[in-house]
């Protein structure tokens, strides 16, 4: 849809790997909004980095717990 409305990617990604892991992160931008696919990518670059710095400091996946923080953190982020 946005391709046919020549508009850019609202969507982000990001890949990486820590301590021996691999981390992906995927965001579906919100293509109503101004500033879905730059909200996308903050949110991709943000939950990867947590990811890496769990992973590294613990040496083991993130928990449900932890990653539902990290999410409010980014929303807490985006709303200022």
């Known amino acids: 849809a ?3 409305r020549k508009e ?3 969507d982000a990604y990001r890949v990486l790997t820590a301590g021996g892991f691999i ?3 995927a965001c579906d931008g919100a293509g ?3 500033y879905g696919g730059a909200g ?3 949110t991709a ?3 990867s980095e947590f990811a890496r710095n769990s992973i590294v ?4 996946p993130p928990r449900l717990g ?4 990290w999410l409010t953190a980014v929303i807490n982020k985006i709303a200022k």
């Open 23 to 25: 981390v992906a992160v």
């Open 57 to 60: 400091s613990s040496g083991r």
């Open 32 to 34: 109503s909004a101004c």
């Open 8 to 10: 850019g990617r609202q």
């Open 66 to 69: 932890e990653i539902l923080g």
């Open 2 to 4: 946005h391709e046919a």
């Open 40 to 42: 996308a990518a903050l």
């Open 45 to 47: 670059r943000m939950i």
